[in-house]
């Protein structure tokens, strides 16, 4: 079993950053991936990035590159997601999620808000 927890959301304004942050506990030694994920309410959860637990190879979807940047820290006990240029449509519940090979994602976090204000 692997844990997730997520923080760092909130309420921010267009053009502002704001940093989330996923502990990440459990058995992790044989991950694949771990990535964060976006949900609206009312539509399907989007992938937004994801770096592989060996390698760090990262991934990101269209709408958030060169605006996020996904980050495992050396321990790989933490999680990141640096958001940069927020808009109004980045507005989401953000998930943390765990995945143990490369057939999809097994463990979620529970989510945090990020609001962004016009």
């Known amino acids: 079993q692997v844990y997730l927890a997520e923080s760092g959301g909130g309420l921010v304004q267009a053009g502002d950053s704001v940093r989330l942050s996923c502990a990440i506990s459990?058995?992790?030694?044989?991950?694949?991936?771990v990535g964060w994920f976006r949900q609206v309410s009312g539509k399907e959860r989007d992938f937004v990035a994801a770096?592989?637990?060996?390698?760090?190879?990262?991934y990101y979807a269209d709408f958030v590159k060169g605006r996020f940047a996904i980050s495992l820290d050396n321990t790989k006990n933490t999680l990141s997601l640096q958001m940069n240029s927020l808009k109004s449509e980045d507005a989401a519940t953000y998930y943390c999620?765990?995945?143990?090979?490369?057939?999809?994602?097994?463990?979620w976090g529970q989510g945090t808000q990020v609001t962004v204000s016009p």
């Open positions: 459990g058995r992790t030694a044989n991950l694949y991936a």
């Open positions: 999620a765990a995945a143990a090979n490369t057939e999809g994602y097994d463990y």
């Open positions: 770096t592989t637990w060996v390698t760090d190879a990262t």
